[in-house]
C-alpha cells in the first residue's frame, strides 16, 4: 500500500479492512474517526446459512509518515474467520467403511469484534441452531470450507463445536468436536 499525507507526519497505526462493502459494513466504517471506536464495530450477526464471503479480512500495522512523501507498507491480511475442513483418512475397508455425509458448525458465535483486543468478546451470543451445512463434494473422503467466527474461550461460556455426521459399517455416527 502507498501511503501520501500532507498534513501527518510521525508514526501511526494503519487499520486495513477489505471485504467490508460485502459484509455491509461500508456506513459503520465510514463513520470512525478513532482507533478505539473501531475496537467495537463487530460483523454482521450470522445465520443458519452461514457466513457472507467474500470473507472479511483485517491487517494492523505501524506506519512513519513524512509530509509530503510517499510511503510504502506491505500488509498481511488476516481472515476473521476460521476455517474448517474434513479429511475422512480412516481407510475404507468393504466390510466397515466410514463415509461421511455433512457437518455443520453448531453453536457458533452470532458475531465477531473485526479487530482482535475487545475485552467483551467473551459475552458474545451463540446461534442455537448449526449453520454453515457442508457436504462432500466430488470426493467423498473431503468436506472444506466451513467457516466460524475465531473465538476466545474463558471456559465460562457456551462454545462452538463441529457436528460430523456419516456412517460407520451402515450405522449412523454423528460425532461432535
Do not use: W
Amino acid at each position: 500500500m502507498e501511503i501520501k499525507t500532507n498534513s501527518l507526519a510521525g508514526e501511526t497505526q494503519v487499520v486495513m479492512i477489505a471485504n467490508y462493502k460485502e459484509n455491509e459494513l461500508y456506513d459503520v466504517l465510514n463513520g470512525i474517526t478513532s482507533l478505539g471506536q473501531l475496537a467495537d464495530v463487530r460483523t454482521q450477526s450470522v445465520t443458519a446459512s452461514g457466513i457472507t464471503t467474500p470473507l472479511l479480512m483485517y491487517a494492523e500495522e505501524k506506519v512513519a509518515l513524512q509530509f509530503g512523501t510517499q510511503t510504502t507498507k506491505i500488509f498481511t491480511l488476516r481472515r476473521v474467520m476460521a476455517r474448517i475442513d474434513v479429511y475422512n483418512e480412516i481407510p475404507n475397508t468393504a466390510e466397515k467403511p466410514l463415509e461421511l455425509e455433512s457437518a455443520a458448525i453448531v453453536n457458533p458465535r452470532q458475531y465477531i469484534y473485526i479487530i482482535p483486543g475487545n475485552e467483551d468478546a467473551f459475552n458474545i451470543p451463540v446461534l442455537k441452531e448449526g449453520f454453515n451445512p457442508g457436504t462432500p463434494g466430488t470426493d467423498p473422503t473431503r468436506i472444506e470450507g466451513l467457516y466460524t467466527h475465531e473465538t476466545a474461550n474463558d471456559g465460562t461460556s457456551t462454545t462452538p463445536s463441529f457436528l460430523c455426521n456419516g456412517s460407520y459399517g451402515g450405522t449412523p455416527y454423528p460425532h461432535i468436536i
